[in-house]
């Protein structure tokens, strides 16, 4: 049983990948893919080099026929007479006997369970008996049991590797597109490794969507341990994108996990050089592992949370806060552009003051002040001239539970965290609904503390909306993105968060801080509030230039608030990641490109040169057609 509120890593089996173990007291290791073509044993042997210089410990190379599979011989000895002892894992989709080869040459294969024996999704509705169901599953152990033998006698690991979006059609028709669907898909061929006592196996669940892909891993890690399995994990947010709000998306999902104590080995899916992926994972491997050995956070959970199926916990609405409104975002004062030049015009909802009063109050803007300005504030001239008492609110630290009454406000706000002594400011937020909790933390594990305290209100009955506040002192962007995702991961998951702070003590702008708010909020599709890119890192099944249409796609899309775009390389994932996208632009040979809408092809084998004002022209029309 996980506990939710001290960290530890989930105790696992290990697995034996060549020069390498992962799982058990192992590190969490690292790992990349290549983009190069396998046929290409120059260009694949360079690249895999700068991956493992850049600090990769595992590297994994598409394969998609046996020749390439065979070719793995060559680039294995190739970076070998370099002096590496790295693994490298080969990419089987749709064709088993190709994972066959490639077990002979690589020291880990990984297998796509939605398409190694089934044949490729088509979408199609159909019933299954429970004779046609289980004759499926016969199918699927008289094929893979072979592979696992030659697996054996070549000493070679194997990835169980499912993904949202490659799940077959009997998974789909039986369980739904659901995390129940994936995580069976999963078990199917864990059964068949326990019962053939082959143990050397690492197992990953991915999505381009965050929320599916964490209930998915907490719900297989749950059946694991209910059927005696304890398997290493490999963690990844498929599609997760490029550049910030790449970076954001894998360090919600992944770090969510991570926290935990769930993962294994990771890679964070970057549609950029292969290389760049590895520093990002590393930071969010060290941050994550500090938690270790922390004071220990005496919590108790509250009875009706569901860690597997986590749902909104349940809230009164305080002004625009709680109840079923999407999370609010606080910022600072200090200089917040408004309106943006980015492209979408977003800003927080709440400005924090402190005891600062501006010259202008910016129209509409709701401002959080400091309880002990707030009374002489409201009744100044100023305030009644321009209307404050509407989106003017104080807000009280935890040693002035006393004076809240003596304050009229619709809404407040009250800085607690786990440790206050809970008869008193239950008694405080009993009396005043009012109030909305502000959540803070200065513990090694504050995902931990954060869950404790809001644990502690929903035991008391408590429905006050809380605000999850985080504190840090960075200078590096990039570092304080990955922290604050990976941070408000679960707290997010949980159904815990009516509203997100972050603050910086460095010299990073408050532009910085407020939109990395809004794109955590929208890594963990709690908010929308701009174009989201649902782009995969390429491979060498990648037969167009993924990154210049991404750049292309991205430039005449960019204003067009809440729409999902998918840029797939190939057919692997990228109709079956559709459902979750609005249009998707997808390769279908030399370049070639096939246009969707969700999940139906409405263009097949476009040139990839129109392909663009094709996907554009589509979305226009579907505009213009709704009015």
């Keep these: 049983m996980t506990d939710i509120f001290n960290y530890s890593r989930r105790p696992s089996g290990v697995v034996h990948v060549g020069a390498i173990d992962i799982g058990g007291d192992n590190p969490v290791r690292i790992q990349s893919m290549t983009t190069t073509s396998t046929d290409d044993t120059e260009g694949s042997v360079a690249q895999a080099e700068r991956i493992i210089k ?17 070719n793995l011989k060559n680039i294995n000895a190739g970076i070998r007479s370099h002096g590496f002892n790295t693994p490298l894992v080969a990419d089987v989709h749709f064709n088993p006997n190709v994972a066959d080869v490639a077990a002979r040459y690589a020291e880990k294969v990984r297998i796509n369970p939605g398409n190694y024996v089934d044949p490729a999704r088509k979408f199609i509705k159909r ?12 199918k699927i152990e008289e094929r893979f049991v072979p592979f696992l033998n030659i697996c054996k006698a070549n000493h070679t690991a194997i990835r169980i590797g499912v993904n949202h979006g490659s799940l077959s059609d009997r998974i789909r028709n039986r369980y739904g597109d659901t995390p129940e669907g994936i995580v069976e898909s999963c078990m199917e061929f864990l059964r068949i490794c326990k019962k053939q006592d082959f143990s050397d196996v690492v197992i990953s669940i991915k999505s381009s969507n965050t929320v599916v892909m964490v209930r998915s891993v907490r719900l297989l890690v749950t059946t694991m341990e209910h059927e005696d399995m304890h398997y290493p994990l490999h963690l990844g947010v498929t599609e997760a994108g490029e550049g910030e709000d790449g970076r954001i998306k894998s360090a919600v999902g992944i770090g969510a996990l991570l926290a935990d104590g769930i993962g294994d080995t990771i890679r964070v899916s970057l549609s950029e050089e292969p290389e760049e992926e590895i520093p990002v994972a590393r930071r969010l491997v060290e941050y994550i592992g500090r938690k270790a050995g922390h004071l220990l956070i005496p919590a108790e959970a509250y009875g009706g949370f569901d860690w597997v199926h986590p749902e909104r916990r349940l809230t009164q609405a305080v002004g625009n806060i709680g109840g079923e409104n999407v999370p609010v975002v606080i910022g600072n004062l200090s200089p917040i552009p408004s309106p943006k030049a980015r492209g979408v015009p977003v800003k927080a909802d709440y400005v924090y003051l402190g005891s600062d009063v501006p010259e202008e109050f910016e129209e509409g803007q709701r401002y959080i002040v400091d309880f002990n300005v707030y009374a002489d504030l409201i009744r100044s001239p100023k305030a009644q001239e321009e209307h ?9 630290p935890v040693t002035a539970m006393p004076f809240m009454a003596q304050v009229h406000s619709p809404l407040k706000f009250l800085v607690l965290q786990f440790g206050t002594p809970a008869d008193e400011y239950i008694a405080c937020l009993r009396q005043h609904p009012e109030t909305v909790v502000v959540c803070t933390s200065n513990h090694r594990n504050r995902l931990g503390d954060q869950r404790a305290l809001v644990h502690e209100m929903m035991i008391a009955g408590l429905q006050n909306p809380v605000v999850m ?21 679960a707290l997010m998951i949980d159904g815990l968060t009516d509203g997100i702070w972050l603050m910086n003590d460095g010299n990073l702008g408050a532009d910085v801080i407020e939109d990395t708010s809004f794109g955590i909020l929208q890594a963990a ?17 990648t037969l167009y230039d993924l990154r210049e249409t991404i750049a292309r796609i991205k430039a005449a899309t960019a204003d067009m608030k809440g729409l999902k775009i998918g840029i797939m390389g190939c057919i692997v994932n990228g109709p079956g990641e559709m459902a979750d996208a609005d249009y998707g632009y997808v390769g279908a040979g030399v370049n070639r490109v096939s246009l969707y809408r969700k999940q139906v092809c409405v263009e097949k084998n476009i040139p990839q040169e129109v392909a663009v004002e094709h996907l554009l022209a589509l979305i226009r029309k579907d505009r213009e057609a709704a009015g």
């Design 127 to 138: 019933e299954y008996t429970d004779e046609e169901y289980a004759d499926e599953l016969r």
């Design 469 to 489: 506040a985080q504190m840090y002192r960075l200078n590096d962007k990039e570092q304080f993105q990955l922290e604050s995702a990976a941070d408000m991961g």
């Design 54 to 70: 850049a600090g990769g410990e595992l590297v994994r190379l598409t394969t998609q026929g046996t020749k390439e599979a065979e």
């Design 525 to 541: 599709r709690l908010r929308t509030s701009k174009t989201e890119y649902i782009s995969c890192p390429g491979c060498g099944r």
């Design 388 to 396: 404050l008492a509407e989106r003017l609110f104080p807000i009280f």
